[in-house]
Structures are given as C-alpha cells and as structure tokens.
C-alpha cells in the first residue's frame, strides 16, 4: 500500500489506488498485479472475502509474482492462517531470493507462530 511508503494517510491511498487498479483491469482484466493491487485496497477495507479473491485471480493469471504471494501471505496473516501465510511467504522467496521483504515476512511470521 502506498501509505506504507510514502506520508500519505491509508485514508487517502486506498481510494486512489482502488480507483487506478480498478482503471486497469477495465483496460485489461488480465493484468495480475492489477488484481493484487486491489486485493490490497479490500485487504484495508477488511472485505477478506473480496481480497482472497483479488488475490486467487492473480496467482490464477501469474502464480510466478513473488510480490503477490508476499500480499497474500500477509492477508492470511491478519486471518491468523498462519500455516497458508508461511506457505507464500516461502513461495514469495523461492521465486526471488534476494527480496528482503519476503525474507523478513517469512521470518515474522515463524516469529509470530513461535510466541502463540
């Protein structure tokens, strides 16, 4: 979420972003990171089933984005699936080893797995 990266209010980056991703899939519905941008976006707005979805449709189209299982890794985290969150954060770092992102969301999780 750009809110992650930048000063910006998640308030006023979800609207924005759901508006451009929504913009590219009626361009092209087929775009992946488009469909997982959205999943973000229903990932803020707590609509889970919505972003389970956005997210199934991504790695439907592209099983290969290593940033998209990276998302959907956290979504199962604030699900407390911890068991399918640890799946594709590891799926994220096989794809892309260097990405320090995956590697310290696989790490958080078995972190958060020990303490329950």
Do not use: C
Not at 30 to 59: C, F, K, M, P, V
Not at 64 to 86: C, K
């Amino acid at each position: 979420m750009v809110s992650d990266y930048a000063p910006i209010p998640a308030k006023e980056a979800i609207p924005t972003s759901e508006v451009y991703a929504k913009k590219a899939l009626a361009i092209d519905n087929t775009l992946a990171e488009a469909h997982a941008a959205l999943g973000i976006d229903y990932d803020g707005d707590l609509d889970w089933s919505a972003a389970g979805r956005e997210y199934e449709r991504a790695l439907e189209l592209n099983p290969n984005l290593s940033r998209t299982h990276v998302l959907y890794g956290l979504h199962f985290g604030y699900l407390g699936n911890d068991d399918q969150a640890i799946l594709h954060f590891k799926r994220a770092v096989e794809l892309d080893p260097l990405n320090l992102n995956a590697t310290q969301n696989l790490a958080m999780e078995y972190l958060a797995t020990k303490a329950n």
